[in-house]
């Protein structure tokens, strides 16, 4: 718990709370700010997936890489006063503010998604939301691959059918590399490449997967200093405790179809069959029931 206190005992030894929440418990105990009212006619075995994996992938898209759109300073120029007044009378012809504004990019933004698990498919379901018009799944797990193009992803590759670093294929692929790059598997090698696989003056890059703590990147700064961007991510950019009533609304207006990622449905005392099922590379999300 936040007061460094837990709950739970065991044979009475103390068992620590999993992220304040410990969802395997048929009872538990978790501060009130982690909790959400969602809406009482959604589906808990299938809205269940709103709460981590989904939106921790679809926001990474619309939230945090902002998929589709980018920040347009329209009166950038040395000279700051000529082109502030300028741009007020502008402003005042038209009417429009003078500020920085958001306008949506040209037809043809390229999304590179690096991992398949159900997080990294969530982040192709956003990508298409966005309006992503080439979004290249890249995996090692072939089997994967019918699932990414059934929600969005228009080309499937797996690095290890190449000769030459994905992050190359992906430049000759594209002409200039991606507009944005996604980092869903955990590993400071992926990051590495997926940064260098981004457009080397205007590409984003998205760091979603969690690598082993300690970790570092050694990244060459070269990477950086040309004008890509590397940033990062928790669960999405949500504010969850406000926004996964929305999404859940959003789920039952039939915005996104979330049950793409549920491959198998297990009575919980199966629970290591399910986990069997995911490091085998079987199964997206497995949804145990009490």
Known sequence: MPD????????????HHFVWNSTFAEYTVVP?????????????DKVCLLACGFSTGYGAAINTAKVGIQTCRKYAHRNHSHTLKKAIETSSSHRRPTQPHVMQVKPGSTCAIFGLGGVGLSVVMGCKAAGASRIIAIDINKDKFAKAKEMGATECINPRDFKKPIQQVLTEMTGHGVDYSFE????????IAALASCNMNTGVCVMVGVSPA???????????????TCKGTV??????????PRL?????????????LITHTLPFDKINEGFELLRAGKSIRTVLLF
């Open 4 to 15: 460094k206190t837990t709950r739970f005992t065991c044979k009475g030894k103390q068992i």
């Open 32 to 44: 009130e700010y982690t909790l959400a009212k969602i809406d009482a006619a959604a589906p808990l």
């Open 184 to 191: 869903v598997v955990g590993s400071t090698d992926t990051l």
């Open 214 to 228: 300690g970790s570092t990147v050694p990244i060459d700064p070269f990477l950086l200093l040309s004008g890509r």
């Open 235 to 244: 669960v999405g950019g949500w504010k969850m405790r406000d926004s996964l």
């Open 248 to 260: 859940v609304a959003s789920y039952l207006e039939k915005k996104f179809n979330s049950d793409l």
